[in-house]
């Protein structure tokens, strides 16, 4: 190793050290999120999405003139989901949509029990696919299996998986109109940076604050870990320019390649509820392995009722 190099480390150590960030501009970071977005081509991996405290069937009680309650409600708050994606900076999808883009192609499944107000519980299995071309979906639900093919991309909430606590997150998210987070640092004139250094759980960590173009008033803060090739660790979306409206906090990051991070675990919450919803890792992230179009496909078990849109037919899929 060169002893610019060294000299540089050991400088970006006391810096942190004192406060400071080693210096860097707003295009700076404009230039990692581009490259940290552009790194991963496709991402698939396990975890755990839950909420605390969980869930109960008092809280979900409507209470309009009358009070009835919820027939069931996820066990524990808490689903086992695989998700794979690839394009991960899709299209916008057709104007007037609230869903904003989706990956270009992706596969999602969740398992979760469902628990009744008698206490009987039982498995829900729901997988949604896009191969880019054809959508697909799948249920099963006490020894029922209902499956569907079509052409109509299948919307999920996609703020709701790891790539809301990600460098993506602003791409899928209206409050920057669907903008991946290097083009909104982009627009340096609505972009206040902060470079003195503060404690984010266990990353030190820079910040910025995104303005609204007309008041100048802030209406986001996201935070960078310095020692993480300023990778955003948490963001604050603002009311009034001040007050924590929400907040979507990293807890742990894992390696993927040179200078490229993901998050393995995290939280988000907002001022007004008392809960939290968490996700956490429960396997190995999963960048690059050139997915293709079958990888998107959603084969159908037998016994499966099927409602193909594309072929105008309904079927059983055979044991055989």
Known sequence: MDKARVFFGLFSMCMVTWGMAPSITIDDLAAR???????IKDICLEYAYFAVPPLTFEELQVVEGTSASMPWIIKDSRKMVRFCASGLLGPLEPSGSILGRLPQRYILRSEATMMSQEGKSWK??????????????????NLRKIGS?????????????????????????PVTDYKPLSQVLGQKEFVRLNTNVTKIVDFNAISVELLNDQTRQPVMRVYFSVDHGYTPVKYESLNYGSEVSLCVQVESLEKLADHCWFPTSGQIWSADERRVYCFMSTGKVQ??????????????????????????????????
Do not use: W
């Open 33 to 39: 999120c581009k490259q940290m977005e552009s790194d």
């Open 124 to 141: 829900v299995v729901d997988t949604s696919g896009f191969d880019g071309k054809v959508s697909y979906t799948f249920r099963e639900e």
């Open 149 to 173: 093919i079509s052409r109509q991309k299948q919307h999920f909430a996609v703020l709701s998986t790891p790539l809301a606590f990600s460098v993506f997150r602003l791409a899928y998210s």
């Open 287 to 320: 960048i690059n392995q050139g997915l293709e179009e079958k990888d998107f496909r959603v084969s159908f078990p037998p016994g499966t009722q099927v409602d193909d849109a594309i072929k105008g037919t309904r079927y059983v899929v055979p044991a055989d």
